[in-house]
Protein backbone atom coordinates (compact mmCIF):
# COMPACT_ATOMS: atom_id res chain seq x y z
CA UNK A 1 0.00 0.00 0.00
CA UNK A 2 2.59 2.14 1.31
CA UNK A 3 5.24 1.45 -2.35
CA UNK A 4 1.92 2.33 -4.08
CA UNK A 5 1.48 5.44 -3.03
CA UNK A 6 4.97 6.28 -2.63
CA UNK A 7 5.64 5.29 -6.32
CA UNK A 8 2.29 7.38 -7.20
CA UNK A 9 3.63 10.10 -5.57
CA UNK A 10 7.06 9.87 -7.34
CA UNK A 11 4.89 9.35 -11.22
CA UNK A 12 3.37 12.99 -10.04
CA UNK A 13 6.58 14.33 -9.22
CA UNK A 14 7.75 13.27 -13.19
CA UNK A 15 4.50 14.74 -14.82
CA UNK A 16 4.60 18.28 -13.59
CA UNK A 17 8.30 17.85 -14.04
CA UNK A 18 8.25 16.67 -17.48
CA UNK A 19 5.58 19.07 -18.67
CA UNK A 20 7.10 21.82 -17.58
CA UNK A 21 10.51 20.75 -19.00
CA UNK A 22 8.73 20.33 -22.26
CA UNK A 23 6.87 23.66 -22.68
CA UNK A 24 9.66 25.33 -21.04
CA UNK A 25 11.73 24.06 -23.87
CA UNK A 26 8.97 24.75 -26.28
CA UNK A 27 8.42 28.69 -24.83
CA UNK A 28 12.29 29.20 -26.19
CA UNK A 29 12.32 27.13 -29.04
CA UNK A 30 9.46 29.85 -30.55
CA UNK A 31 11.17 31.17 -33.76
CA UNK A 32 11.84 34.87 -33.74
CA UNK A 33 11.75 37.81 -30.87
CA UNK A 34 9.27 35.81 -28.64
CA UNK A 35 8.78 39.07 -26.96
CA UNK A 36 7.52 40.47 -30.31
CA UNK A 37 5.77 36.81 -31.34
CA UNK A 38 3.62 36.86 -28.16
CA UNK A 39 3.08 41.01 -27.96
CA UNK A 40 1.67 39.83 -31.59
CA UNK A 41 -0.21 37.10 -30.85
CA UNK A 42 -1.49 39.83 -27.74
CA UNK A 43 -2.36 42.98 -29.32
CA UNK A 44 -2.72 42.08 -33.11
CA UNK A 45 -0.01 42.06 -35.68
CA UNK A 46 -0.39 46.23 -36.42
CA UNK A 47 0.05 47.40 -32.67
CA UNK A 48 3.41 45.75 -32.00
CA UNK A 49 6.09 48.06 -31.62
CA UNK A 50 9.51 47.29 -29.86
CA UNK A 51 7.78 49.38 -26.26
CA UNK A 52 5.26 46.38 -26.36
CA UNK A 53 7.80 44.16 -27.22
CA UNK A 54 9.59 45.59 -24.27
CA UNK A 55 6.63 45.45 -21.78
CA UNK A 56 6.35 41.94 -22.81
CA UNK A 57 9.75 41.13 -22.44
CA UNK A 58 9.97 42.45 -18.62
CA UNK A 59 6.88 40.99 -17.92
CA UNK A 60 7.51 37.53 -18.65
CA UNK A 61 11.60 37.29 -17.81
CA UNK A 62 12.48 37.20 -21.34
CA UNK A 63 16.46 38.40 -21.00
CA UNK A 64 16.97 35.88 -18.40
CA UNK A 65 19.82 33.72 -19.23
CA UNK A 66 18.34 30.09 -19.65
CA UNK A 67 18.93 28.44 -17.05
CA UNK A 68 17.96 30.94 -14.77
CA UNK A 69 14.92 31.28 -16.80
CA UNK A 70 14.47 27.38 -16.12
CA UNK A 71 14.73 28.06 -12.05
CA UNK A 72 12.17 30.98 -12.27
CA UNK A 73 9.61 28.67 -14.72
CA UNK A 74 9.78 25.44 -12.43
CA UNK A 75 9.43 27.53 -8.91
CA UNK A 76 6.26 29.18 -10.41
CA UNK A 77 5.15 25.72 -11.91
CA UNK A 78 5.42 24.34 -8.08
CA UNK A 79 3.76 26.91 -6.76
CA UNK A 80 1.24 26.64 -9.22
CA UNK A 81 1.79 29.87 -10.80
CA UNK A 82 0.37 29.16 -14.30
CA UNK A 83 0.27 32.98 -15.41
CA UNK A 84 -2.06 34.41 -17.79
CA UNK A 85 -3.01 32.93 -21.31
CA UNK A 86 -0.86 34.83 -23.80
CA UNK A 87 -4.50 35.33 -26.64
CA UNK A 88 -7.11 35.65 -23.80
CA UNK A 89 -5.06 37.26 -21.02
CA UNK A 90 -7.23 35.40 -18.88
CA UNK A 91 -5.60 33.06 -15.64
CA UNK A 92 -4.71 29.61 -16.98
CA UNK A 93 -6.10 28.54 -13.25
CA UNK A 94 -9.43 29.60 -14.08
CA UNK A 95 -9.64 28.35 -17.60
CA UNK A 96 -8.28 25.43 -16.54
CA UNK A 97 -10.77 24.67 -13.95
CA UNK A 98 -13.16 25.47 -15.50
CA UNK A 99 -11.98 23.10 -19.02
CA UNK A 100 -12.00 20.11 -16.36
CA UNK A 101 -14.95 20.24 -15.46
CA UNK A 102 -16.60 19.83 -18.29
CA UNK A 103 -13.52 17.08 -18.95
CA UNK A 104 -14.46 14.92 -15.87
CA UNK A 105 -18.20 14.90 -16.90
CA UNK A 106 -17.63 13.74 -20.53
CA UNK A 107 -15.14 11.26 -18.98
CA UNK A 108 -17.36 9.72 -16.27
CA UNK A 109 -20.42 9.42 -18.43
CA UNK A 110 -17.80 7.63 -21.40
CA UNK A 111 -17.22 5.27 -18.81
CA UNK A 112 -20.25 4.32 -17.14
CA UNK A 113 -21.65 3.81 -20.53
CA UNK A 114 -18.98 1.70 -21.59
CA UNK A 115 -19.16 -0.61 -18.57
CA UNK A 116 -23.00 -0.59 -19.40
CA UNK A 117 -21.98 -1.74 -22.90
CA UNK A 118 -19.09 -3.72 -22.13
CA UNK A 119 -19.83 -6.20 -19.28
CA UNK A 120 -23.19 -7.64 -20.01
CA UNK A 121 -21.77 -8.02 -24.11
CA UNK A 122 -18.83 -9.74 -22.72
CA UNK A 123 -20.74 -12.02 -19.99
CA UNK A 124 -23.31 -12.86 -22.52
CA UNK A 125 -20.10 -14.18 -24.79
CA UNK A 126 -18.53 -16.13 -22.42
CA UNK A 127 -21.86 -17.72 -21.25
CA UNK A 128 -23.55 -18.76 -24.73
CA UNK A 129 -20.91 -18.88 -26.05
CA UNK A 130 -20.27 -19.49 -30.01
CA UNK A 131 -21.99 -18.38 -32.82
CA UNK A 132 -22.91 -15.46 -30.21
CA UNK A 133 -19.44 -15.29 -29.22
CA UNK A 134 -18.12 -14.96 -32.65
CA UNK A 135 -20.31 -12.23 -33.77
CA UNK A 136 -19.41 -9.98 -30.85
CA UNK A 137 -15.80 -10.46 -30.87
CA UNK A 138 -15.60 -9.45 -34.45
CA UNK A 139 -17.57 -6.67 -34.54
CA UNK A 140 -15.98 -5.54 -31.53
CA UNK A 141 -12.84 -5.67 -33.97
CA UNK A 142 -14.20 -3.71 -36.81
CA UNK A 143 -15.27 -1.08 -33.96
CA UNK A 144 -11.28 -1.49 -32.75
CA UNK A 145 -9.86 -0.98 -36.25
CA UNK A 146 -11.75 2.91 -36.36
CA UNK A 147 -10.04 5.58 -34.42
CA UNK A 148 -12.03 7.46 -32.53
CA UNK A 149 -12.46 10.58 -34.70
CA UNK A 150 -13.83 8.26 -37.28
CA UNK A 151 -16.13 6.74 -34.60
CA UNK A 152 -17.32 10.62 -34.13
CA UNK A 153 -17.83 11.37 -37.29
CA UNK A 154 -20.10 8.11 -38.19
CA UNK A 155 -22.05 9.32 -35.30
CA UNK A 156 -22.59 13.01 -35.86
CA UNK A 157 -23.03 11.83 -39.73
CA UNK A 158 -25.80 9.03 -38.97
CA UNK A 159 -27.47 10.79 -35.32
CA UNK A 160 -26.99 14.11 -35.75
CA UNK A 161 -26.91 15.13 -39.73
CA UNK A 162 -29.21 12.34 -41.03
CA UNK A 163 -31.87 11.08 -38.46
CA UNK A 164 -31.05 15.15 -36.33
CA UNK A 165 -31.63 13.61 -33.12
CA UNK A 166 -28.94 14.92 -31.49
CA UNK A 167 -27.16 18.04 -31.95
CA UNK A 168 -23.93 17.79 -34.09
CA UNK A 169 -21.41 19.40 -31.63
CA UNK A 170 -21.22 22.33 -28.66
CA UNK A 171 -22.11 22.04 -25.24
CA UNK A 172 -25.41 23.14 -23.38
CA UNK A 173 -28.16 20.71 -22.52
CA UNK A 174 -27.70 17.06 -21.42
CA UNK A 175 -28.71 16.35 -25.66
CA UNK A 176 -25.16 17.76 -25.99
CA UNK A 177 -23.35 15.42 -24.24
CA UNK A 178 -25.00 11.80 -25.55
CA UNK A 179 -22.98 11.72 -28.99
CA UNK A 180 -19.86 12.16 -27.28
CA UNK A 181 -20.44 10.44 -24.58
CA UNK A 182 -21.65 6.86 -26.78
CA UNK A 183 -18.35 7.65 -28.76
CA UNK A 184 -16.05 7.41 -26.03
CA UNK A 185 -17.50 4.43 -24.46
CA UNK A 186 -17.88 2.47 -27.78
CA UNK A 187 -14.33 2.97 -28.68
CA UNK A 188 -13.47 1.75 -24.79
CA UNK A 189 -15.99 -1.04 -24.79
CA UNK A 190 -14.88 -2.86 -27.78
CA UNK A 191 -11.48 -3.33 -26.01
CA UNK A 192 -12.64 -4.07 -22.75
CA UNK A 193 -15.50 -6.54 -23.84
CA UNK A 194 -12.95 -9.16 -24.90
CA UNK A 195 -11.46 -8.44 -21.12
CA UNK A 196 -14.63 -9.62 -19.46
CA UNK A 197 -15.28 -12.42 -22.06
CA UNK A 198 -11.47 -13.93 -20.90
CA UNK A 199 -11.80 -13.62 -17.95
CA UNK A 200 -15.40 -14.82 -17.33
CA UNK A 201 -14.75 -17.90 -19.49
CA UNK A 202 -11.90 -18.57 -17.18
CA UNK A 203 -13.54 -18.17 -13.91
CA UNK A 204 -16.38 -20.52 -15.50
CA UNK A 205 -14.24 -23.41 -16.32
CA UNK A 206 -12.18 -22.82 -13.28
CA UNK A 207 -12.20 -26.05 -10.93
CA UNK A 208 -13.61 -23.66 -7.66
CA UNK A 209 -16.74 -22.51 -10.16
CA UNK A 210 -17.56 -25.79 -11.28
CA UNK A 211 -17.44 -27.53 -7.53
CA UNK A 212 -20.10 -24.67 -6.41
CA UNK A 213 -22.20 -26.15 -8.95
CA UNK A 214 -21.77 -29.46 -7.81
CA UNK A 215 -22.64 -28.97 -3.78
CA UNK A 216 -25.86 -27.94 -5.12
CA UNK A 217 -25.79 -23.70 -5.47
CA UNK A 218 -27.71 -22.08 -8.08
CA UNK A 219 -26.14 -20.87 -11.36
CA UNK A 220 -26.96 -17.20 -9.72
CA UNK A 221 -25.45 -17.93 -6.18
CA UNK A 222 -22.61 -19.38 -8.04
CA UNK A 223 -22.14 -16.63 -9.77
CA UNK A 224 -22.94 -13.94 -7.51
CA UNK A 225 -20.69 -15.87 -4.70
CA UNK A 226 -17.56 -17.07 -6.34
CA UNK A 227 -17.80 -15.29 -10.01
CA UNK A 228 -18.28 -11.87 -9.74
CA UNK A 229 -14.96 -10.77 -8.05
CA UNK A 230 -12.72 -13.25 -9.82
CA UNK A 231 -14.16 -11.84 -12.78
CA UNK A 232 -13.90 -8.55 -11.54
CA UNK A 233 -9.74 -8.41 -11.12
CA UNK A 234 -8.68 -8.44 -14.55
CA UNK A 235 -11.42 -6.53 -15.71
CA UNK A 236 -10.57 -3.65 -13.36
CA UNK A 237 -6.60 -3.86 -13.89
CA UNK A 238 -7.26 -3.55 -17.47
CA UNK A 239 -8.88 -0.05 -16.69
CA UNK A 240 -5.45 1.05 -15.78
CA UNK A 241 -4.47 0.40 -18.68
CA UNK A 242 -7.49 1.84 -20.57
CA UNK A 243 -6.97 4.98 -18.70
CA UNK A 244 -4.84 6.14 -21.63
CA UNK A 245 -6.97 5.41 -24.45
CA UNK A 246 -9.67 6.87 -22.62
CA UNK A 247 -7.68 10.22 -22.14
CA UNK A 248 -6.32 10.45 -25.70
CA UNK A 249 -9.96 9.47 -26.48
CA UNK A 250 -11.11 12.75 -24.96
CA UNK A 251 -8.29 14.70 -26.91
CA UNK A 252 -9.91 13.96 -30.11
CA UNK A 253 -13.35 13.60 -28.77
CA UNK A 254 -13.38 16.94 -27.61
CA UNK A 255 -12.08 18.49 -30.49
CA UNK A 256 -14.89 16.83 -32.90
CA UNK A 257 -17.26 18.03 -30.58
CA UNK A 258 -16.24 21.31 -29.78
CA UNK A 259 -16.62 20.17 -26.15
CA UNK A 260 -15.12 22.77 -23.69
CA UNK A 261 -12.71 20.49 -21.76
CA UNK A 262 -9.07 20.44 -21.30
CA UNK A 263 -8.35 17.89 -24.61
CA UNK A 264 -10.14 20.53 -26.69
CA UNK A 265 -8.50 23.25 -25.29
CA UNK A 266 -4.67 21.47 -25.28
CA UNK A 267 -5.15 21.33 -29.03
CA UNK A 268 -6.39 24.44 -29.35
CA UNK A 269 -3.65 25.90 -27.40
CA UNK A 270 -1.06 24.23 -29.52
CA UNK A 271 -2.33 25.61 -32.64
CA UNK A 272 -2.40 28.93 -31.15
CA UNK A 273 0.69 28.84 -29.67
CA UNK A 274 -0.50 29.95 -26.22
CA UNK A 275 2.20 28.34 -24.58
CA UNK A 276 0.84 28.73 -20.84
CA UNK A 277 -2.42 27.10 -21.81
CA UNK A 278 -0.39 24.18 -22.89
CA UNK A 279 1.57 23.65 -19.80
CA UNK A 280 -1.47 23.98 -17.64
CA UNK A 281 -4.05 21.47 -19.84
CA UNK A 282 -0.81 18.93 -20.41
CA UNK A 283 -0.48 19.41 -16.64
CA UNK A 284 -4.05 18.72 -15.80
CA UNK A 285 -4.30 15.98 -17.92
CA UNK A 286 -0.87 13.84 -16.52
CA UNK A 287 -2.33 14.93 -13.06
CA UNK A 288 -5.97 13.35 -13.85
CA UNK A 289 -3.79 9.91 -15.32
CA UNK A 290 -2.08 9.78 -11.98
CA UNK A 291 -5.10 10.03 -10.03
CA UNK A 292 -7.26 7.75 -12.10
CA UNK A 293 -3.88 4.94 -11.67
CA UNK A 294 -3.95 5.56 -8.13
CA UNK A 295 -8.00 4.75 -7.79
CA UNK A 296 -7.93 1.74 -10.21
CA UNK A 297 -4.79 -0.14 -7.95
CA UNK A 298 -6.99 1.14 -5.07
CA UNK A 299 -10.00 -0.25 -6.35
CA UNK A 300 -7.81 -3.75 -7.75
CA UNK A 301 -6.75 -3.98 -3.84
CA UNK A 302 -10.65 -3.59 -2.69
CA UNK A 303 -11.85 -6.06 -4.80
CA UNK A 304 -8.95 -8.64 -3.75
CA UNK A 305 -7.10 -8.26 -0.83
CA UNK A 306 -4.63 -10.69 -1.89
CA UNK A 307 -2.94 -8.04 -4.33
CA UNK A 308 -1.38 -6.39 -1.29
CA UNK A 309 1.72 -8.88 -1.32
CA UNK A 310 2.29 -8.17 -4.74
CA UNK A 311 2.45 -4.62 -4.82
CA UNK B 1 7.34 -18.67 -38.87
CA UNK B 2 4.22 -19.60 -39.97
CA UNK B 3 0.97 -17.42 -40.56
CA UNK B 4 -2.64 -17.67 -39.90
CA UNK B 5 -4.80 -17.02 -43.00
CA UNK B 6 -5.84 -14.10 -41.10
CA UNK B 7 -2.28 -12.87 -41.11
CA UNK B 8 -1.91 -13.41 -44.54
CA UNK B 9 -5.03 -11.44 -45.10
CA UNK B 10 -4.19 -8.41 -43.12
CA UNK B 11 -0.43 -8.49 -45.08
CA UNK B 12 -1.85 -8.27 -48.70
CA UNK B 13 -4.21 -5.63 -47.93
CA UNK B 14 -1.60 -3.59 -46.61
CA UNK B 15 0.86 -4.78 -49.72
CA UNK B 16 -2.22 -3.71 -51.78
CA UNK B 17 -3.00 -0.73 -50.29
CA UNK B 18 1.41 0.07 -50.85
CA UNK B 19 0.61 -0.96 -54.39
CA UNK B 20 -2.40 1.66 -54.97
CA UNK B 21 0.00 4.41 -52.93
CA UNK B 22 3.34 3.86 -54.94
CA UNK B 23 1.28 3.54 -58.55
CA UNK B 24 -0.96 6.48 -57.74
CA UNK B 25 1.77 8.86 -56.25
CA UNK B 26 4.28 7.82 -59.45
CA UNK B 27 1.62 7.33 -62.68
CA UNK B 28 -1.17 10.55 -61.26
CA UNK B 29 -0.88 12.95 -64.35
CA UNK B 30 -2.01 15.78 -61.72
CA UNK B 31 0.23 17.08 -59.03
CA UNK B 32 -0.70 17.13 -55.27
CA UNK B 33 -1.81 20.58 -55.13
CA UNK B 34 -3.00 21.15 -58.89
CA UNK B 35 -6.36 23.27 -58.18
CA UNK B 36 -9.24 23.18 -61.27
CA UNK B 37 -11.77 25.62 -59.79
CA UNK B 38 -13.49 24.61 -62.86
CA UNK B 39 -14.23 20.95 -61.53
CA UNK B 40 -14.52 20.71 -57.91
CA UNK B 41 -15.86 17.75 -55.88
CA UNK B 42 -16.68 15.92 -59.30
CA UNK B 43 -17.94 11.97 -59.09
CA UNK B 44 -15.28 9.63 -59.58
CA UNK B 45 -15.08 9.70 -63.73
CA UNK B 46 -12.64 8.77 -66.39
CA UNK B 47 -9.95 11.62 -65.87
CA UNK B 48 -10.72 11.73 -61.87
CA UNK B 49 -10.63 8.04 -61.07
CA UNK B 50 -11.53 8.94 -57.25
CA UNK B 51 -13.37 12.17 -57.99
CA UNK B 52 -11.99 15.76 -57.34
CA UNK B 53 -12.21 17.58 -54.00
CA UNK B 54 -13.50 21.52 -53.28
CA UNK B 55 -10.61 22.43 -54.61
CA UNK B 56 -10.82 20.75 -57.82
CA UNK B 57 -7.78 18.57 -56.73
CA UNK B 58 -7.24 15.05 -57.87
CA UNK B 59 -8.44 13.01 -55.24
CA UNK B 60 -6.21 9.94 -56.49
CA UNK B 61 -3.27 11.63 -56.12
CA UNK B 62 -3.88 13.02 -52.82
CA UNK B 63 -5.02 9.82 -51.31
CA UNK B 64 -2.36 7.97 -52.92
CA UNK B 65 0.29 10.45 -50.90
CA UNK B 66 -1.41 10.68 -48.24
CA UNK B 67 -1.52 6.36 -47.78
CA UNK B 68 2.19 6.65 -48.78
CA UNK B 69 3.10 8.72 -46.19
CA UNK B 70 1.06 7.09 -43.59
CA UNK B 71 3.26 4.44 -44.76
CA UNK B 72 6.61 5.81 -44.63
CA UNK B 73 5.72 7.24 -40.99
CA UNK B 74 4.80 3.50 -39.47
CA UNK B 75 7.26 1.84 -41.24
CA UNK B 76 10.01 4.50 -40.00
CA UNK B 77 8.51 4.69 -36.13
CA UNK B 78 8.15 0.71 -36.04
CA UNK B 79 12.30 0.16 -36.96
CA UNK B 80 13.41 2.70 -35.03
CA UNK B 81 11.08 1.96 -31.88
CA UNK B 82 11.85 -2.05 -32.05
CA UNK B 83 15.41 -1.45 -32.67
CA UNK B 84 15.84 0.70 -29.64
CA UNK B 85 13.44 -0.84 -27.45
CA UNK B 86 14.34 -4.23 -28.63
CA UNK B 87 18.47 -3.24 -27.88
CA UNK B 88 17.70 -0.88 -24.38
CA UNK B 89 15.46 -4.41 -23.45
CA UNK B 90 18.02 -6.84 -23.74
CA UNK B 91 20.39 -4.37 -22.66
CA UNK B 92 18.91 -3.51 -19.32
CA UNK B 93 19.31 -7.13 -18.16
CA UNK B 94 22.77 -7.97 -19.19
CA UNK B 95 24.29 -4.69 -18.06
CA UNK B 96 23.79 -5.11 -14.71
CA UNK B 97 21.65 -3.10 -11.89
CA UNK B 98 22.83 0.46 -12.71
CA UNK B 99 21.79 0.01 -16.33
CA UNK B 100 18.58 -1.37 -15.46
CA UNK B 101 17.93 1.43 -12.55
CA UNK B 102 18.54 3.96 -14.84
CA UNK B 103 16.32 2.96 -18.12
CA UNK B 104 13.83 2.18 -15.32
CA UNK B 105 13.79 5.91 -14.30
CA UNK B 106 13.62 7.04 -18.11
CA UNK B 107 10.52 4.79 -18.91
CA UNK B 108 8.85 5.57 -15.52
CA UNK B 109 8.93 9.23 -16.89
CA UNK B 110 7.57 8.50 -20.16
CA UNK B 111 4.53 6.33 -18.91
CA UNK B 112 3.81 9.63 -16.64
CA UNK B 113 2.01 11.42 -19.78
CA UNK B 114 -0.43 9.06 -21.72
CA UNK B 115 1.32 9.40 -25.31
CA UNK B 116 -1.06 11.44 -27.70
CA UNK B 117 -0.30 13.95 -24.74
CA UNK B 118 3.60 13.44 -25.60
CA UNK B 119 2.79 13.94 -29.06
CA UNK B 120 0.95 16.70 -29.20
CA UNK B 121 3.44 18.87 -27.11
CA UNK B 122 6.13 17.57 -29.23
CA UNK B 123 4.23 18.70 -32.55
CA UNK B 124 3.49 21.92 -30.63
CA UNK B 125 7.33 22.70 -30.68
CA UNK B 126 7.47 22.21 -34.60
CA UNK B 127 4.12 22.30 -35.80
CA UNK B 128 3.96 20.34 -39.47
CA UNK B 129 7.15 18.87 -39.30
CA UNK B 130 7.25 15.19 -40.13
CA UNK B 131 10.46 14.86 -38.54
CA UNK B 132 9.13 15.62 -35.20
CA UNK B 133 6.22 13.51 -35.57
CA UNK B 134 8.71 10.73 -36.22
CA UNK B 135 10.46 11.23 -33.74
CA UNK B 136 7.79 12.12 -30.89
CA UNK B 137 5.66 9.23 -31.85
CA UNK B 138 9.14 6.74 -31.51
CA UNK B 139 10.14 8.06 -28.78
CA UNK B 140 6.32 6.93 -27.13
CA UNK B 141 6.54 3.70 -28.91
CA UNK B 142 10.09 2.20 -27.76
CA UNK B 143 8.76 1.98 -24.41
CA UNK B 144 6.19 -0.80 -25.03
CA UNK B 145 9.12 -2.96 -26.81
CA UNK B 146 11.54 -2.13 -23.79
CA UNK B 147 9.31 -3.59 -21.40
CA UNK B 148 8.45 -6.59 -22.94
CA UNK B 149 12.09 -7.58 -24.43
CA UNK B 150 12.84 -7.08 -20.99
CA UNK B 151 10.32 -9.45 -19.08
CA UNK B 152 11.14 -12.38 -21.35
CA UNK B 153 14.79 -12.00 -21.47
CA UNK B 154 15.43 -12.28 -17.65
CA UNK B 155 14.03 -15.50 -17.87
CA UNK B 156 16.37 -16.64 -21.02
CA UNK B 157 19.54 -14.88 -19.10
CA UNK B 158 18.90 -17.39 -16.19
CA UNK B 159 17.97 -20.25 -18.58
CA UNK B 160 20.81 -23.36 -18.13
CA UNK B 161 21.07 -23.35 -21.76
CA UNK B 162 22.22 -19.77 -22.24
CA UNK B 163 24.44 -19.85 -19.32
CA UNK B 164 26.06 -23.24 -20.53
CA UNK B 165 26.65 -21.64 -24.11
CA UNK B 166 28.68 -18.41 -21.70
CA UNK B 167 30.55 -21.03 -20.41
CA UNK B 168 31.27 -22.28 -23.66
CA UNK B 169 32.65 -18.91 -24.60
CA UNK B 170 30.17 -18.08 -27.50
CA UNK B 171 29.86 -13.99 -27.59
CA UNK B 172 27.12 -11.76 -26.63
CA UNK B 173 25.69 -11.50 -30.47
CA UNK B 174 25.81 -15.50 -30.54
CA UNK B 175 24.24 -15.78 -27.11
CA UNK B 176 21.36 -12.91 -28.55
CA UNK B 177 20.99 -14.47 -31.54
CA UNK B 178 20.84 -18.26 -30.45
CA UNK B 179 18.85 -17.76 -27.41
CA UNK B 180 17.33 -14.54 -26.95
CA UNK B 181 16.20 -13.63 -30.21
CA UNK B 182 14.19 -16.63 -30.58
CA UNK B 183 12.45 -16.44 -27.40
CA UNK B 184 11.43 -12.25 -27.99
CA UNK B 185 10.61 -12.42 -31.84
CA UNK B 186 7.55 -13.22 -31.66
CA UNK B 187 6.00 -10.60 -29.25
CA UNK B 188 8.63 -8.17 -30.93
CA UNK B 189 6.70 -8.64 -34.43
CA UNK B 190 2.97 -8.30 -32.62
CA UNK B 191 4.56 -5.02 -31.07
CA UNK B 192 5.67 -4.04 -34.11
CA UNK B 193 2.10 -4.48 -35.93
CA UNK B 194 0.50 -3.03 -33.43
CA UNK B 195 2.94 -0.27 -33.32
CA UNK B 196 2.43 0.61 -36.88
CA UNK B 197 -1.18 0.68 -36.73
CA UNK B 198 -0.44 3.34 -34.28
CA UNK B 199 1.49 5.62 -35.61
CA UNK B 200 -1.08 5.71 -38.32
CA UNK B 201 -3.77 6.48 -35.92
CA UNK B 202 -1.74 9.15 -33.98
CA UNK B 203 -0.60 10.86 -37.26
CA UNK B 204 -4.17 11.11 -38.42
CA UNK B 205 -5.73 12.44 -34.94
CA UNK B 206 -2.97 15.23 -34.93
CA UNK B 207 -3.58 15.91 -38.33
CA UNK B 208 -7.20 16.09 -37.83
CA UNK B 209 -6.93 18.31 -34.59
CA UNK B 210 -4.69 20.35 -37.26
CA UNK B 211 -1.49 20.09 -35.57
CA UNK B 212 0.01 17.47 -37.58
CA UNK B 213 0.67 17.78 -40.97
CA UNK B 214 -0.33 21.03 -42.57
CA UNK B 215 -2.11 22.11 -45.95
CA UNK B 216 -1.45 21.68 -48.90
CA UNK B 217 0.22 18.32 -48.29
CA UNK B 218 -2.23 15.53 -47.93
CA UNK B 219 -2.37 13.84 -44.94
CA UNK B 220 -5.69 11.30 -43.67
CA UNK B 221 -6.74 13.15 -40.44
CA UNK B 222 -6.03 16.19 -42.29
CA UNK B 223 -8.19 15.18 -45.45
CA UNK B 224 -10.98 14.25 -43.15
CA UNK B 225 -11.54 17.74 -42.19
CA UNK B 226 -10.94 19.03 -45.08
CA UNK B 227 -13.88 17.05 -46.59
CA UNK B 228 -16.38 17.40 -43.62
CA UNK B 229 -18.22 20.05 -44.76
CA UNK B 230 -18.67 18.92 -47.83
CA UNK B 231 -20.04 15.58 -46.56
CA UNK B 232 -23.84 16.55 -48.20
CA UNK B 233 -22.65 17.86 -51.35
CA UNK B 234 -20.08 14.95 -51.98
CA UNK B 235 -19.94 11.75 -49.28
CA UNK B 236 -17.84 9.95 -51.64
CA UNK B 237 -15.02 12.49 -51.15
CA UNK B 238 -15.25 12.10 -47.07
CA UNK B 239 -15.89 8.28 -47.28
CA UNK B 240 -12.60 7.92 -49.00
CA UNK B 241 -9.80 9.43 -46.21
CA UNK B 242 -11.93 7.21 -43.59
CA UNK B 243 -12.44 3.88 -45.58
CA UNK B 244 -8.45 3.96 -45.75
CA UNK B 245 -8.04 4.75 -42.27
CA UNK B 246 -10.08 2.33 -40.56
CA UNK B 247 -8.56 -0.42 -43.88
CA UNK B 248 -4.89 0.33 -42.23
CA UNK B 249 -5.55 -0.16 -38.93
CA UNK B 250 -8.00 -3.43 -39.44
CA UNK B 251 -4.97 -4.66 -41.73
CA UNK B 252 -2.38 -3.79 -39.14
CA UNK B 253 -4.18 -5.21 -36.42
CA UNK B 254 -4.80 -8.44 -38.79
CA UNK B 255 -1.30 -9.11 -39.13
CA UNK B 256 -0.58 -8.98 -35.41
CA UNK B 257 -2.17 -11.98 -35.12
CA UNK B 258 -4.56 -13.01 -32.11
CA UNK B 259 -2.90 -11.08 -29.10
CA UNK B 260 -4.74 -8.21 -28.87
Partial sequence: ?311 | MKMTLSQWLGLSILLALLAFSLLGVSLSPYSLSEQNLDAIMNAPSMEHWLGTDHLGRSMLTRLSYAVGLSFVLSLLCMLTSSLVGTAFGVWAVWGGKKVDTILGVVVNILLALPGLVVVLLFAAIAPGSFLVLYLAISLVQWVEYFRVVRAITQGVIQSPARQSSQMMGFGRWYQFKRHIWPAISPSVFTLAAFGGANAILTMASLGFVYVGIQPPLAELGLMTVELFPYYSDAPWLLAQPLVVIALMVFAFHLLAGKRA
Fill in chain 1, 1 to 311: MKAMFLKRALQLITVVWGVGTLTFILMRSLPGDMAYRIAASRYGQDNVDSNAAALVRAELNLDQGALTAYWHWLTDLLQFKLGDSLVSGLPVMDTVQHMLGHSLLLAFAGLVLSVLIAVPLGLLSAWRGNPLDSVLMGFSSVIRAMPVFVLGVLFILLFALHWNWFPVAGFGSPAYLVLPAMTLALSLAAVSNRVVRDSAKQTFQSAFYQFSRVKGLSAWQTFRQHGVRNIAVPVVAFFGIQLVSMIEGIVMIESLFSWPGIGHGLAHAIFARDIPVIQGAALVMGILFVLLNTLVDLICLWIDPRGAKKL
